[in-house]
């Protein structure tokens, strides 16, 4: 617990883990941009410190803080930052995972976390089922007793915008001993906050809502258990996928702004779902805000928001799904999400296309949104000239 654990979501954005220097009084925690500190004697830290990929003071700042946004009140609750969030991914894997131990992970997971399970953890010896984690009987069902670590869970999904039921997911991983890791990137922990509902580790890739920006890759873990937390972080220690001092200061500074970019993100989200849903050129549109969302009630209960990221399949098939996407001007052609700007993608061909001939393996017709922050009537009358 910190000194801000009382404090609204916004004040814990700007001031945990970010304490005026010391030394110069400026508000904003410095980059540290340094491999190296003075020791006083063998063994005489200064802070803690003695090389940065072990620890360094600008990571810190960020860690406290992200700890602080997943888990206020959460005792010995610990945030790791790391150099992308498949870094991160991978981490957790190492630690939580084993040879010949097995993993349920969802049916329609980021087409990169079913790259890593498919093809790095696999070959490692960690099996993996992919099932709809909606189902709780089906869950159920995939768990293979004794063997199973961790059920992994994206909510909401990429790119169907499915979304599961974290408490439910919870109680499910801890009858059969496992860990429930939920992968909040969709969210932020601004909309929905994984651990106070049970849930074990949250992974974040930072590059995206928390850094805001399209300036910075990273990635993050939020471990409820202290000792999990420490086994993390000599992993990362171990491995060296930590992120430098400038990336960490970046996502650090993004996070200043996340309540009132996401605030802006959904407002724009809902007036874009608007327009497609009445638009003769789309044949579905994927949002959990949506009332006839399978998963509205269930993100009604554990999110803030509805979030800013929004799917849809358009006549015509994927010839014309790839069309659209080519003739959009505010809405960016590009791959990640979260950023300030507008993007636009066909995730069959692009951040999916790994998943290609696999179980998870995404409609052909689907263009994915990250909804930016611009005026939305730019938005609304580029779509609109899109789909015409």
């Known amino acids: 617990m910190t000194q801000w654990d009382d404090t609204g979501f916004e004040t814990r954005a700007i001031h945990a883990g970010q304490e005026p220097d010391p030394l110069t009084g400026a508000v904003v925690p410095p980059v540290y941009q340094v491999s190296t500190y003075a020791q006083d004697g063998v063994g005489g830290l200064r802070g803690g410190y003695e090389y940065s990929r072990s620890g360094n003071p600008t990571r810190t700042a960020l860690e406290e803080c992200l700890a602080a946004l997943e888990a206020p009140g959460i005792d010995g609750a610990r945030g790791l930052a790391f150099a992308s969030g498949l870094a991160a991914e991978d981490t957790l894997l190492r630690v939580v995972g084993a040879p010949g131990a097995h993993a349920v992970i969802g049916n329609d997971a980021y087409g990169g976390t079913y790259r890593l399970f498919a093809r790095v953890a696999e070959p490692w010896g960690l099996a993996h089922t992919p099932v709809d984690l909606t189902d709780h009987d089906a869950v159920r069902a995939a768990i293979e007793p004794g063997r199973t670590r961790l059920i992994w869970a ?4 990429n790119p169907l915008l499915t979304v599961v039921d974290i408490a439910a997911l919870a109680d499910i991983a801890h009858e059969a001993g496992a860990v429930l890791v939920v992968d909040n ?24 809502y928390l850094g805001g920006h399209s300036d910075v890759v990273g990635g993050a873990l939020v471990a409820r258990d202290g000792e999990l937390g420490e086994r993390l972080a000599y992993h990362a220690n171990a491995m060296g996928s930590v992120p430098g001092p400038w990336d960490s200061w970046l996502v650090l500074r993004g996070i200043k702004t996340l309540g009132v970019r996401m605030d802006r993100h959904c407002a724009n989200a809902r007036a874009v779902v608007d327009l497609l849903s009445n638009h003769a050129r789309v044949t579905q549109v994927l949002y959990p805000g949506i009332a006839g969302h399978r998963g509205y009630e269930v993100a009604a209960r554990q999110m803030r928001d509805f979030g800013g990221m929004v799917s849809f399949r358009v006549a015509g098939g994927a010839d014309e799904a790839v069309a659209v996407c080519g003739r959009t001007r505010v809405f960016t052609l590009g791959e990640s999400l979260g950023g300030v700007e507008s993007l636009i993608e066909h995730p069959g061909r692009m951040t999916h296309a790994s998943a290609a001939g696999s179980p998870l393996e995404v409609p052909d017709d689907l263009v994915r949104l990250s909804v930016g922050i611009e005026s939305v009537e730019d938005l609304l009358a580029d779509l609109d000239k899109a789909l015409a």
Do not use: C, M
């Open 154 to 157: 994206e909510t909401p999904t």
């Open 185 to 208: 990137t969709f969210a932020s922990p601004y909309l929905q906050q994984p651990l106070s509902l049970g849930a074990d580790v949250v992974v974040h890739s930072t590059t995206k």
